[in-house]
């Protein structure tokens, strides 16, 4: 019998990740806001729900995929005086959430599960929207090692690596330390190659260079920022698609937050969410995050 599973959230990185599943024989019934995002899945043989608490009627696993720490506690938990889904699961349901979310929220909502008799794992990705469509997407989970045992199916038929990363949230913590390196080495690559291109130097000759040579990152090799540069890139394609640049913003205000709630310094992190919300102001905020290039690219 097929593992019945309710995936809340179907943007980017949802709508694959749900269609992954189906596509790996679980019985998948999902819901979004978005008409669009239901449609999508609904079209690879997904179930679309109308609601939330229909998607999760009777199911032994709900997965989300949602923006914000204030969508996850209220899905979970509740708000405007509406119960959230942890009070209509069975008891020993299993919970997925994959957002990035705040490390307190996920610890907040796992502790509201678990008085339910419920299990959940914070299970925050890394590999972007090609590794969700393409089923090769990292999971960094915070949570009881038991719990994840029971995911990882779910999470094999979704990503290629798992990481347990330690308690409940842990994963979120993990994930905004990776984001946070992200960040910084996306906006410091595009600042050299700006650099390079203000003294005359050929960008795409200059990304090659740093790519086998000590200056080398996923930002030179896989999303460089330059356009023209790697043809597949969101940048050689008007910075469209990709990872937006206000998700970047928003997961480096957590880190900085991560980082105030035990007094840990990091001012490159906080440097780079500076430019972010500058890149954000200057009207790029739904485009690739590697636009943040747009700041530093040499004028005239």
Known sequence: MSTTIAFIGL?????????????????????????????KVKA?????????????????????MLPASRHVEGLYLGANGQAGLLAGLAEGALV????????????????????RGLAMIDAPVSGGVAGATAGTLT?????????????????????KNIFHMGDAG????????????????????????????????????LSQMMAVST???????????????????????????????????KDLGLAVEAAMGVGSPIPLGE??????ALNSQAGRGGLDFSSVVKLLEPKG
């Not at 440097?271 to 972010?276: D, G, H, I, V």
């Open 139 to 159: 999971f960094i989970v915070g949570g009881d090692a038991a719990a994840l045992e029971r995911a990882r199916p779910m999470l094999q038929a979704m990503g």
């Open 11 to 39: 943007g980017n990185m949802g709508g694959p990740m749900a269609i992954n599943l189906q596509k790996a024989g679980f019985t998948v019934s999902a819901f979004d806001l978005s008409a669009d995002a239901l449609a």
């Open 215 to 249: 200056g080398r990152s996923w930002a030179t090799e896989v999303c460089n920022p330059w356009p023209g540069v790697l043809e597949n890139a969101p940048a050689s394609r008007g910075y469209s698609g990709g990872f937006g640049n206000d998700l970047m913003l």
């Open 271 to 276: 440097l780079a969410r500076n430019l972010y």
């Open 170 to 205: 842990a994963g979120q913590v993990a994930k905004l330390c990776n984001n946070m390196a992200l960040g910084v080495i996306m906006a410091v690559t595009g600042e050299a190659l700006a650099l390079g291109a203000a003294h005359g130097l050929d960008a795409k000759a």
């Open 44 to 64: 690879e043989g997904v179930t679309a729900a109308a609601s939330a608490s229909e998607a999760a009627k009777g199911a032994q696993v709900v997965i989300s």
């Open 96 to 115: 997925i959430d994959c957002s990035t979310i705040a490390p307190a929220s996920a610890k907040k909502v796992a502790e509201a599960a678990k008085a």
